[in-house]
């Protein structure tokens, strides 16, 4: 695995380039990425191009050893451009234009950025596509930062009615898939429908979802057409976008089919910070990130481009955007590096090289000070760096267990939560954080992925289940579990004939006759184990194989198919994960809390995210706050 950096050198004097570069190479990096948001650097006026400081800088990186990720700069359109067309910029669910003065100022949809798009790319494309410096390309940054995917500006209400007519063909079919006689919601032609914003009570769910689809068929037109210049001019380049964490706005797996390799931007600490987690688990992992947060992406964004990846950001100290920025605990990085090359990566790369002294990103950290002092992380990576060229090139090794994540389910279950707790990253997550805790390691896969090499399928929720899902699912001889809400919808957002599950009841003879949501706090119990948050009424011939205390059956089993009707707590999760393994004979590692293992293709890794030293039985090594043991497998 290579380590690199996220480099700025327009922020910095042209002469302490070259020394930057040189301690780039003293700190173990072999890549760095740079010209992300420097649009108004190359092109300071309309057509006028100032070329002489990047071609310097990529000369300077190239003369000592450096491969260069060379950035598209279009999340940054600069004045002059916002000017000449002030509609270009996305417009929020208020109907309040996303105005000039940070980022990602831009609707995907405007016609006239598409093509201002385009040109800077096929310029930078042209310029430095044959480079020998230039080794890989990233499209863009961080599609949909800052709620960007979604825009209801005029040419996004155009391109809409656009691509409903393509999907529907005729107004008649819209009106009947949406049920939009309910209310008189009904249409008469294409150019009536606006989009599902601003309505005096909440907006029809089929509108809701056929304009996310849109939006995320939006984003993938605009990276295919970045994607398709750069492939042109530069050809044996590897492509990537880096993609986010805990971000389902957009459909990853259709944008990854059009890249070489998927990357994401690591800030473990930032992301338990922001999300869901309880207090008590932002207190233990305060410093350390959740065990489970960069696994899971990791694990993610490997299924999204045919299992190659990467890290294009790492989190290499405080950043500046959480509620809350404390700094990683000492050894926190070099664990971060080595867990993404247990899961595979390719590179991991950390933001940024310096930190900056102005602007909006002054208090997050980099691996140098402002005054170019190093930081607390610069060492760990210069550690990681050893131990990588110690232990030689890892490859990921095949995981027993695939979890299936579909990021229209993500958008059903936000469109119509039913409850507020309801959150399909959460479910999601929680799933894969229960398995993580055998010590088991886990394949994240779409919707269409082969399953037919897993021993155990494990698929959170499918409300909208894919056409030729369950005949695949039929066809598997290993155990699968399906969660609530699997089936409860068509495609069209409505309850399907016959009552959920739907299509999935040929695999489990079991009918959804009534859901409820339940309050926070409010838990429903079996033996030992309790569920909350959602339940289903379920009707079937079947006998439970768990059931509540007063008898309501919460799993039922048909063959290798199990159905969960109900969220679980981690005890039942835990019960079923066990069973299943059982019958798979999948060997388990039950884990203490905070310890987290992943193998490669030769290596057992042992991660340490508790506060204090943990044993690993499989070796009897103790292992230090984070710390990180690494055992060779015999072969």
Excluded at 467 to 495: A, W
Aim: aromatic share 12%.
């Amino acid at each position: 695995m290579k380590l690199g950096c996220c480099y700025f050198p327009e922020h910095w004097p042209e002469a302490i380039w070259a020394d930057d570069a040189r301690r780039m190479r003293e700190t173990g990096l072999s890549m760095v990425r740079i010209g992300e948001f420097a649009w108004s650097r190359i092109e300071p006026e309309p057509g006028r191009f100032d070329w002489g400081w990047l071609d310097r800088a990529i000369e300077t990186l190239h003369a000592a050893g450096l491969e260069v990720v060379l950035c598209t700069p279009t999340a940054t359109p600069p004045k002059w451009l916002v000017d000449s067309m002030p509609d270009m910029v996305a417009v929020d669910e208020q109907g309040r234009p996303r105005g000039f003065g940070s980022r990602r100022h831009y609707c995907f949809s405007h016609r006239g950025y598409r093509e201002q798009s385009r040109r800077i790319t096929d310029a930078i494309a042209r310029r430095y596509g044959q480079h020998p410096a230039i080794t890989a390309w990233q499209t863009d940054n961080e599609y949909g930062c800052h709620d960007t995917v979604l825009s209801f500006s005029d040419a996004a209400a155009q391109a809409f009615r656009e691509w409903l007519a393509g999907r529907y063909g005729s107004i008649d079919a819209l009106n009947t898939a949406w049920g939009n006689v309910f209310w008189s919601m009904e249409y008469r032609s294409f150019a009536e429908v606006d989009p599902p914003h601003l309505t005096v009570t909440e907006a029809n769910p089929a509108h809701w979802l056929d304009y996310r689809r849109f939006a995320s068929d939006e984003v993938v037109a605009f990276n295919r057409e970045q994607v398709e210049i750069l492939r042109e001019h530069s050809p044996g380049r590897d492509i990537t976008h880096n993609f986010m964490g805990f971000f389902t706005e957009f459909d990853h797996h259709d944008v990854g089919r059009d890249l070489d390799v998927a990357t994401w931007d690591s800030y473990p600490l930032g992301f338990l910070e922001q999300f869901w987690f309880s207090d008590a688990e932002k207190n233990a992992y305060l410093r350390q990130g959740h065990p489970d947060i960069a696994a899971f992406h990791h694990d993610l964004y490997r299924g999204c481009s045919n299992g190659r990846w990467g890290v294009m950001e790492q989190q290499p100290g405080p950043v500046n955007w959480a509620r809350f920025n404390p700094a990683p605990l000492p050894g926190m990085v070099k664990l971060w590096t080595l867990e993404a090359m247990a899961h595979g990566a390719e590179f991991t790369s950390y933001f940024r090289w310096r930190q900056a002294p102005f602007a909006q990103e002054q208090m997050h950290a980099g691996l140098l000070r402002p005054d170019s002092s190093d930081a607390e992380a610069t060492e760990e990576a210069r550690a990681a760096a050893d131990v990588i060229a110690k232990i030689g090139p890892q490859q990921c090794a095949k995981a027993p267990v695939a979890l299936v994540f579909s990021y229209e389910a993500a958008w059903v279950c936000g469109i119509q939560p039913q409850g507020r707790s309801f959150r399909y990253l959460e479910l999601a997550y929680e799933w894969y954080s229960a398995l993580r805790g055998f010590g088991l390691d886990i394949d994240i896969v779409a919707p269409d992925a082969d399953l037919s090499d897993y021993r155990a399928v494990f698929v959170p929720t499918m409300p909208i289940v894919p056409d030729g899902f369950v005949s695949r699912l039929s066809n598997l001889t290993c155990p699968v579990l399906i969660g609530p809400r699997s089936g409860s919808k068509s495609e069209s957002f409505c309850i399907p004939e016959g009552l959920p599950p739907g299509e999935l009841r040929d695999l489990i003879p079991v009918t959804i006759t009534r859901v409820e949501s339940l309050r926070d706090g409010i838990v429903e119990t079996g033996e030992g184990w309790s569920i909350a948050r959602w339940r289903e009424n379920v009707a079937s011939e079947l006998a439970p194989e768990f059931a509540l205390e007063d008898g309501r059956g919460i799993v039922f089993a048909h063959g290798n198919h199990r159905y969960l009707a109900a969220w679980p707590d981690g005890t039942l999760l835990n019960q079923l994960i066990t069973r299943i393994a059982d019958e798979a004979r999948i060997e388990f590692l039950p884990l203490p809390e905070g310890l987290r293992v992943r193998r490669s293709a030769t290596h057992l890794f042992a991660f340490n995210y508790s506060t204090g030293p943990i044993t690993f039985d499989p070796t009897g090594e103790v292992i230090d706050p984070a710390g990180v043991s690494i055992t060779a497998l015999p072969q």
